[in-house]
């Protein structure tokens, strides 16, 4: 059973950055996305960014010009730079990749932002 697994969360000040990272542990064959998505407390799991086979992105607008979705598609890994931290962008960040065959979730990482 292949599984996904995110890195790269953590504690970091107002206006600070993180590097997500997702790895699959195993192959998949067929994959047409990736993406990641936020549940913060309280709150519905939420879209925050995603990239297709094709290099297609696309974006939450609440992250728009401070997160950059990039992936490779020859590893199965995703990354989410995330610059300009705020503190509505606390929330664990679940990594997920789509194939024709099945739809891979990780089991996320905490982000943080606090001072």
């Known amino acids: 059973q292949v599984q996904l697994v995110e890195s790269g969360g953590g504690l970091v000040q107002p206006g600070g950055s993180l590097r997500l990272s997702c790895t699959a542990s195993?192959?998949?064959?067929?994959?047409?996305?990736m993406g990641w998505y936020r549940q913060a407390p309280g709150k519905e799991r939420e879209l925050v960014s995603s990239i297709t086979s094709g290099g297609t992105t696309n974006y939450a607008d609440s992250v728009k010009g401070r997160f950059t979705i990039s992936a490779d598609n020859a590893k199965n890994t995703t990354y989410l730079q995330m610059n300009s931290l705020k503190s509505e962008d606390t929330a664990v960040y679940y990594c997920?990749?789509?194939?024709?065959?099945?739809?891979?979730w990780g089991k996320g990482t905490l982000v943080t932002v606090s001072s």
């Open positions: 195993g192959s998949i064959f067929g994959v047409y996305a």
């Open positions: 997920k990749i789509s194939s024709y065959r099945m739809i891979y």
